[in-house]
């Protein structure tokens, strides 16, 4: 079993940067993070496996970067340029590859809000 545990999130003005951290607990392959607005699904933002391939959605490419430190067992997504539209609840994410992540472990998620 694989635990999460997401930290980071908080108010930041647009234009500005944040840090989210996720610890794991348990082996992990590929680590990501998914967001979800509210009214809106949750979607996915970023994923990386352990050998630093990494993917992005459309929407945050430039702006956001995903990476990870294998021996501490965590993962990071560093936020830049943030835009209103990216306000959400963020999750972090475990599972064997990127395109299966949705259905594997889950943290209980970190609020982020861009204020205009």
């Known amino acids: 079993q694989v635990q999460l545990v997401e930290s980071g999130g908080g108010a930041v003005q647009a234009g500005g940067s944040l840090t989210l951290s996720c610890a794991a607990s348990?082996?992990?392959?590929?680590m990501g993070w998914f967001r979800q607005a509210p009214g809106k699904e949750r979607e996915f933002v970023a994923g990386?496996?352990?050998?630093?391939?990494?993917d992005y959605a459309d929407s945050v490419k430039g702006r956001f970067t995903i990476s990870r430190d294998n021996a501490k067992n965590m993962v990071y997504l560093r936020m830049n340029s943030l835009k209103p539209e990216d306000t959400a609840v963020y999750y972090c994410?475990?599972?064997?590859?990127?395109?299966?992540?949705?259905?594997?472990?889950w943290g209980q998620g970190t609020q982020v809000t861009v204020s205009s």
């Open positions: 990386i496996t352990r050998g630093a391939s990494t």
């Open positions: 994410a475990a599972g064997g590859t990127i395109a299966t992540l949705s259905g594997g472990y």
């Open positions: 348990g082996r992990t392959l590929v």
